[in-house]
């Protein structure tokens, strides 16, 4: 089982030393992997439900939040650690030129060492946060199913070319590449198309909650549909609060639990100091290793 710890870049972890004493914490005490949340910006009173909470707000009902770039904010932590793998969870791919997002995250990579970046995706949910981009909302599936192929032939082409619906190009150069010419594409949501989805075309799938086993069913009957083996889709989940459960979890195939340490996105916060995370490592990460 790995671990993940997720909603790192809230909160106090917002700054630049917090972050870097909470990211080194993480990898000393065994975390694999720590994410981070994405949105550009909170529209105020805003009206589209979030689909994680029963009141239909984010979290604590907060608006005025900081929520810092993923990207960025991994970027000063990469320099700051050796080995964690750096997750977003997730970056709202539609509302990014896939262009410039497959640069920036192959740059973060190289600058890491490579292996590093796991690039979680959702198409998003706040139909204003859209508007204040000025970017469509009612078509944002397709053009993330698209984006991400497009952002694949720039990672493993020498000199990539793609032509699609919404975005095109015709022999360029991207450089630096991703060290493994490739990046994860983690699918994240708790929806039955977001499921499907990361049964097309993840590498693995990260549920904002614990799926149901429907869910799982419909990811895995969508790799099988798309000629890919379900098994090879890494499953990640939030971790439960009793960690005896979390063996369970390994036995029905999960590969990682994530752990939240922050409660801004509707879930209780289980570790809430670097303290806490060493903690952690020695009281649950070490029975796994």
């Known amino acids: 089982m790995k671990f993940g710890l997720r909603y790192a870049s809230l909160g106090r972890y917002s700054n630049g030393p917090a972050a870097v004493e909470l990211a080194q914490a993480a990898e ?32 604590s009902g907060l608006e005025d939040y900081p929520i810092p770039d993923p990207l960025i904010w991994l970027a000063y932590v990469a320099s700051a650690t050796r080995t964690i793998k750096l997750g977003t969870a997730i970056l709202i791919l539609p509302q990014r030129n896939p262009v410039v997002t497959a640069k920036a995250v192959a740059t973060l990579d190289h600058l890491a ?28 599936g397709p053009r993330t199913d698209e984006y991400v192929a497009a952002m694949r032939a ?3 082409q020498e000199c990539a070319t793609f032509k699609g619906r919404f975005i095109s190009f015709d022999q360029v150069f991207c450089r630096p590449l991703p060290p493994e010419r ?35 069913d419909e990811m895995r009957r969508a790799a099988e549909t798309a000629g890919r083996d379900p098994k090879a889709i890494e499953i990640t989940v939030a971790a439960p609060a009793d960690p ?46």
């Open 28 to 59: 000393a005490a065994g975390f694999e992997s720590i994410w981070t949340v994405e949105h550009v910006v909170v529209p105020n009173r805003y009206q589209s439900r979030y689909p994680y909470s029963p009141s239909g707000r984010m979290g």
């Open 113 to 140: 060492g490579g292996g590093r970046v796991q690039l979680g995706i959702g198409v998003g949910w706040l139909a204003e946060e859209f508007a204040a981009l000025g970017l469509p909302f009612a078509d944002r």
């Open 154 to 156: 720039l990672w493993s």
């Open 182 to 216: 490739r990046i994860p594409i983690i699918v994240g949501g708790d929806t039955p198309a977001a499921a499907r989805r990361a049964g097309r075309l993840g590498d693995g799938y990260f549920p904002a909650r614990t799926p149901s086993p429907g869910l799982l």
């Open 244 to 289: 005896a459960e979390i063996e369970g979890l390994a036995r029905q195939g999960i590969a990682r639990v994530a752990v939240p340490i922050s409660n801004a996105a509707g879930l209780p916060a289980q570790v809430k100091t670097p303290d806490d995370v060493l903690r952690y490592g020695k009281d649950v990460i070490a029975r796994f290793r």
